[in-house]
């Protein structure tokens, strides 16, 4: 278990710095440079700005000083924000989307749950169908279709919700069905084919066959056993919601970091986009490193199995 684990931490590492590498190397490729669309600045005043930030130097010492201050945790200041850390930006605006992405990822693993388990239990029935028909629509509408929607029905025409804003409770309402219908459906049919599979296993057959109550067989064998490819797909269903939530962050006004980040990518402030591409990476990578631990806890075959393989 312990060699499993720090395998996965060290490939974990290995990715942040292939991510960290091709992003500082493709912003170089890029003509130009943060300072051009500056108005009524002197060539004098661009000079120093960019000496300020280590832009004269060449392209392999400023990378090799980014990873020596990344490695302190030192993400350096905002080109765009006048004295502001980089750091501090992300932690002001992180707030707002780690409320929205955990509110959406809890509610789409609930209720993608609930209707794979009502679907796989009533195959070919009524709810079945329903079920499977709403997952097929969540799969081929996009988060951003779905969210115009949203707000030109519920929010102009019924005026049931906000347009734009994140005050309040109901607030979360449009941007968390926006970002969960896609996990939802997924969820949903991956329950579904799982469950049904477990429900027609030998050991279930033998289990009824001994007596066992209905409640017994679907919390100890049904669910434990059928909610394992579920587990397995938290890890990219978070890297789902929390790219999604770039473009809904922007669609109903959210001042997270995803709006942030799309502000850093017009306005080419490197250290920004450093930055919040950094700390998405740790995110995504950090969610699948508990996942994949968090599987082996659910099922301890696993273990034994990737350990003789590693």
């Not at 710095?17 to 108005?39: H, N, Q, R, Y």
């Not at 997924?186 to 477990?198: D, H, W, Y």
């Not at 056993?225 to 919601?241: C, F, H, S």
């Not at 970091?257 to 990476?281: A, L, Q, S």
């Amino acid at each position: 278990m312990i060699r499993y684990i720090a395998n996965k931490f060290f490939y974990m590492l290995i990715s942040l710095l292939i991510l960290i590498s091709v992003t500082f190397f493709l912003m170089k490729a890029i003509p130009g440079d943060p300072f051009m669309s500056e108005k009524m600045v002197s060539p004098e005043i661009q000079a120093r700005l960019m000496e300020q930030y280590g832009l004269d130097k060449p392209v392999y010492q400023q990378y090799f000083k980014y990873l020596g201050d990344i490695v302190t945790g030192d993400f350096g200041l905002s080109m765009k924000h006048q004295n502001q850390e980089v750091s501090q930006i992300i932690g002001d605006t992180f707030q707002a989307s780690l409320k929205l992405g955990a509110v959406a990822i809890v509610f789409s693993v609930i209720i993608g749950v609930l209707l794979g388990m009502l679907a796989a239990l009533y195959h070919r029935k009524l709810i079945d169908n329903v079920a499977m028909i709403a997952a097929v629509l969540g799969m081929a509408v996009p988060s951003f279709v779905l969210a115009t929607m949203l707000q030109y029905v519920l929010a102009l025409k019924f005026n049931m919700f906000n347009v734009m804003g994140f005050d309040g409770p109901m607030d979360y309402v449009l941007p968390v069905l926006a970002l969960s219908a896609q996990p939802i459906a997924f969820i949903a049919r991956l329950t579904r084919s799982s469950m049904l599979e477990v429900l027609h296993a030998d050991y279930i057959k033998t289990a009824k066959a001994k007596g066992l109550n209905w409640f017994s067989i679907m919390f100890k064998h049904v669910i434990r056993n059928g909610i394992l490819p579920v587990v397995t797909y938290v890890g990219p269903m978070t890297a789902n919601i929390i790219t999604g939530s770039v473009v809904i962050e922007q669609i109903f006004g959210i001042g997270g970091i995803g709006k942030v980040f799309v502000e850093c990518i017009t306005n080419r402030d490197y250290t920004m986009i450093m930055g919040v591409t950094i700390f998405y990476g740790i995110l995504l990578m950090l969610a699948r490193f508990i996942t994949d631990i968090a599987y082996v806890l659910i099922d301890p075959r696993i273990t034994f199995n990737r350990g003789k393989e590693g």
